[in-house]
Nanobody, 125 residues
Framework: QLQLVESGGGLVQPGGSLRLSCAAS????????IGWFRQAPGKEREGVSCISSSGGAPDYADSVKGRFTISRDNAKNTVYLQMNSLKPEDTAVYYC??????????????????WGKGTLVTVSS
């Protein structure tokens, strides 16, 4: 059974850092495009970052460029999202999703077939 599990969320002060993990079971992540998405209360889901199966230059939302970094560890079948200089507006539930097409084609995540259940990130003093 294909499964994605996010971890690493929590409460952090503004300016702090967190590293989110997206661990896969039942399939090999490096053949998939992996996206990170977030949804804040009362807001629509938005794309944060995406990395293709080819390992080309990742995509980032303008709001996180220069602060967030997506990476893969194929040996651990895990994708990470390193989040630095966190701001209160980064508060949201963060989800990872996988697409067997291997390309980052959906900024909203629509059409991506495999999703984790999310991890909550709260940025507050």
């Amino acid at each position: 059974q294909l499964q994605l599990v996010e971890s690493g969320g929590g409460l952090v002060q503004p300016g702090g850092s967190l590293r989110l993990s997206c661990a896969a079971s039942g399939f090999t992540l490096n053949y998939y495009a992996i996206g990170w998405f977030r949804q804040a209360p009362g807001k629509e889901r938005e794309g944060v970052s995406c990395i293709s199966s080819s390992g080309g230059a990742p995509d980032y939302a303008d709001s996180v460029k220069g602060r967030f970094t997506i990476s893969r560890d194929n040996a651990k079948n895990t994708v990470y999202l390193q989040m630095n200089s966190l701001k209160p507006e980064d508060t949201a539930v963060y989800y990872c999703a996988a697409d067997p097409i291997g390309l980052c084609v959906s900024s909203s995540g629509d059409g991506m077939p495999y999703w984790g259940k999310g991890t909550l990130v709260t940025v507050s003093s």
